[in-house]
């Protein structure tokens, strides 16, 4: 019964029977019964993520998502880990490792969305752009030319703005959960826009069609936190025209930045050989490039 309710691993048995001081007390089934579910009880990986996920909007995330987060919470956090895998784990630990998972997932996810409804407010990026949106597309495609097919990764809510670019444009376009998709799809049929909404993990999916152009706006600096190998491998993966990467203009706290400009996005793609427009508006600075 013990082990259908936590489902533990047998590592957490032994562990179990360790804390206990039963290696060799076979003969102790209560004790060994308490024990199990004590040393069991705050440290079960499922556990763990259930916290995590109780706090919106991180609740619309994948379980596998949330793991990859706290494996690599404990890359970095050797003491706990071992405490992890010893069963050791204290209701202070668990605290620290939800609080820090949560911030980073916060950094790449959460903080994004503001609301659950279907308009440009319920999330930040959009909403950042509501003046501008008409105007940014306008230049981008003074530049590229009218696209048929639009790529648009990490999307957000910016199908919202489709309309403005066109009736008979192909949209494909990728998220990160089922219920942001889900919301999408409904949008596009319930507006006419042609297209399909793709749930998908960026850092992972590697399936990309031949577009004309391709959005990456505001994503390669919430994807990856450390290094620049991430943006580096979509930038070559996606087979488009185009690619309009954006990046903010702001920090934080809303100040403007001092230098806007990205020099490792800069560098990265003269290395490559491509060139490059730059287009700034408003809080946004966007790099117009041609593959
Ligand atoms: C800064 S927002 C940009 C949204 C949109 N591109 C825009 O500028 O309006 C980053 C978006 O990427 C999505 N995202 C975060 N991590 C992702 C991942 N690993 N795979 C796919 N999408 C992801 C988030 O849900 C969020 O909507």
Not at 87 to 101: A, F, P, R, T
Not at 185 to 211: C, H, M, P, W
Not at 245 to 268: A, C, H, L, Q
Request: proline share 2%; net charge positive.
């Amino acid at each position: 019964m013990c082990q259908v309710r936590n489902e533990a691993a047998l590592s957490d048995y032994f562990n179990a029977f360790r804390v206990a001081d039963l290696r060799k007390g076979w003969g102790q089934p209560k004790l060994i019964l308490v024990s199990t579910f004590r040393c069991l009880h705050i440290f079960n990986m499922e556990e763990i993520i259930k916290k995590i996920k109780s706090k919106k909007p991180l609740d619309k995330l994948d379980d596998e998502f949330v793991k990859g987060f706290i494996n690599n919470f404990f890359k970095t956090n050797f003491k706990l880990n071992k405490k992890y895998l010893e069963g050791k784990l204290k209701k202070k630990d668990l605290e620290i490792i939800i609080k820090n998972v949560r911030n980073e997932l916060n950094k790449s996810y959460a903080q994004f969305w503001t609301g659950n409804k279907l308009d440009l407010k319920s999330h930040k990026s959009t909403k950042e752009r509501l003046e501008i949106y008409q105007r940014v597309y306008d230049h981008i495609f003074s530049i590229t030319g009218e696209p048929k097919i639009v790529l648009d990764l990490g999307c957000g809510l910016n199908p919202l703005t489709y309309s403005y670019i066109g009736k008979n444009v192909y949209f494909v376009c990728v998220e990160l959960t089922d219920y942001d998709c889900d919301k999408l799809r409904n949008y596009f049929k319930q507006n006419g826009i042609k297209g399909e909404v793709v749930k998908a993990d960026l850092r992972t999916f590697n399936n990309f069609s031949r577009v004309d152009i391709c959005f990456m706006f505001k994503i390669l600096e919430s994807l990856e936190n450390k290094g620049h190998l991430l943006a580096e491998h979509l930038i070559k993966s996606v087979k488009a025209d185009y690619i309009i990467v954006s990046f903010s203009t702001v920090d934080i706290k809303g100040r403007k930045m001092n230098y806007p400009r990205r020099g490792w996005f800069e560098i990265m793609i003269k290395r490559l050989g491509f060139d490059f427009e730059i287009y700034e508006d408003y809080n946004e600075i966007f790099y117009i490039v041609k593959k």
